[in-house]
């Protein structure tokens, strides 16, 4: 029997990872929110690898109650991820940057493949192939910090620009292809700072553009967006970071 998997958070994204292990024969053990976490690792020393598949909120908590010693088998997939979510822990996961939706009641959607990069990759790799999930295997940091930044760019100004326009990312770039540059820009200066980075702008909203041609019809604005718009403007003040057109777009909501 090959090793367990453990996967903390069985949400629907969680859900897909389950099975794709699942496939590949790993028995899966789910970590809920009345699991506890020092417990389960008694009984799962070793575990193949273990997924983080709680929401962006829930990361940091989760992070630092992980236990030591499956500290070198994390794999994480929250949005808006940045490499100082983990180094703050001291640890170096896996990351792979979900370019997949899934929904209740609906089978999973692939917008474009997923980059996936760290020891455990491949696996991960492997076990969303299972499910008939393209992913892109990737061959070093440099190149996992330009996609995390560019979902970040995707996601931060569809939903932030979105609370403007409503509508689909189809739409948003061919109505209001200015507001959603503007916004962009402006996310990636944030990205800038939060990364200590200087960050090629033409590529990143090349790759932004590319992803909305992956799905036109993706709505804009998520559940999420008031609240990411909050932070993003959060992060810019505790940066020194001055952004006007996120600014007017908070006063008018």
Request: aromatic share 4%; with cysteine.
């Amino acid at each position: 029997m090959k090793n367990p998997v453990v996967v903390v958070g069985i949400g629907e994204i969680g859900s897909v990872f389950a099975r794709g292990f699942l496939r590949l024969g790993h028995p899966v053990y789910p970590v809920v929110r009345d699991t506890k976490m020092g417990e389960l690792a008694k009984q799962l020393a070793e575990p193949e690898l273990v997924v983080i598949a709680v929401a962006e909120k829930d990361i940091q908590t989760v992070l630092q109650e992980i236990p030591g010693c499956w500290r070198d088998r994390l794999v994480l997939l929250q949005n808006e991820l940045l490499p100082g979510d983990w180094s703050r822990h001291g640890l170096e996961p896996s990351v792979i940057s979900v370019w997949f939706e899934k929904k209740k009641g609906m089978d999973s959607k692939v917008i474009i493949p997923s980059p996936v990069f760290g020891k455990h990759a491949q696996l991960v790799a492997d076990a969303l192939s299972s499910v008939d999930i393209e992913t892109n295997v990737l061959g070093n940091a440099e190149d996992l910090l330009f996609e995390l930044v560019m979902k970040n760019v995707y996601i931060l100004t569809t939903n932030i620009a979105g609370l403007q326009t409503g509508g689909t990312v189809g739409q948003l770039w061919s109505k209001h292809r200015q507001l959603a540059t503007e916004v962009a820009s402006e996310i990636i200066q944030l990205q800038e700072k939060l990364t200590g980075q200087t960050l090629n702008k033409e590529r990143l909203l090349e790759g932004m553009v590319h992803a909305f041609n992956g799905d036109p019809e993706h709505g804009c604005m998520g559940r999420s967006a008031a609240a990411r718009l909050e932070r993003a403007l959060k992060q810019a003040d505790e940066h020194g970071l001055d952004l006007p057109g996120l600014k007017k777009i908070a006063s008018a909501q």
